[in-house]
């Protein structure tokens, strides 16, 4: 994953901000990969050059919508017949047909919410299109439902990416003493000055308290 993502460090922000807008566009006509799994990619990376989170997501959003919108009027252009005979060539008519199907029970309600139902996302613009629903409503509808799910999942991973606490600091030192380490941190903690931090876990009590009052001694009286 580290080889993957150092292949992209050396774009400028400007070449990545049209990287993301670029493979949204793409991944809304023809989806190589889930479309999540790009989003969380591209804020990640956007987030390690520092970018700007809204403008991230305005990009991606941008580029989907654009995309989307290319392929609502492709379907409106060559009507429902072509485009389910294009669908039942890749073998998913069957999603899209449902769809319609939710439409036509449901309305312009059906299309938002499938924007967020995996299997049913890619097929809200070119079911639009097919249905002639207005263009301003369906594209409003898609941008909105984009700039809920993709922004959440921009977010997120904008955070992750951002992040550049590393799980080790070798250079700040914390005590954890546990058990003996406990009864031996009270002192050490108290006149060290190498940390700042300590925890001290189940100390119980002393040596010098412990072994004297125990009757079998265990032999311990000659080291006592």
Avoid: C
């Amino acid at each position: 994953m580290d080889r993957f993502l150092s292949l992209f460090d050396g774009l400028s922000p400007g070449a990545l901000y049209g990287l993301l807008g670029l493979v949204s566009f793409i991944e809304a006509i023809f989806p190589p990969a889930p479309a999540d799994l790009l989003v969380a990619v591209g804020a990640f990376l956007a987030a390690r050059q520092d970018m700007n989170l809204a403008l991230t997501i305005a990009v991606i959003v941008a580029g989907m919508s654009i995309g989307s919108t290319v392929v609502y009027w492709v379907a409106r252009r060559f009507g429902a017949a072509w485009m389910h005979n294009q669908l039942r060539r890749f073998g998913v008519d069957t999603a899209e047909r449902r769809l319609e199907a939710l439409y036509g029970k449901y309305g312009l309600f059906a299309l938002f919410i499938g924007r967020f139902v995996p299997g049913l996302r890619m097929f809200v613009p070119p079911a639009a299109g097919m249905l002639r629903v207005p263009y301003w409503r369906s594209i409003g509808l898609i941008t909105a439902a984009s700039i809920v799910w993709y922004g959440l999942i921009a977010a997120l991973a904008f955070r992750v990416g951002s992040d550049d606490r590393p799980s080790f600091r070798p250079h700040s030192l914390v005590f954890n003493g546990n058990s003996q380490g406990g009864i031996m941190g009270g002192a050490l903690t108290a006149l060290s000055t190498d940390f700042r931090r300590a925890v001290l876990g189940v100390p119980a009590m002393n040596y010098s308290t412990l072994l004297p009052g125990d009757d079998a001694s265990y032999g311990f009286d000659n080291i006592a």
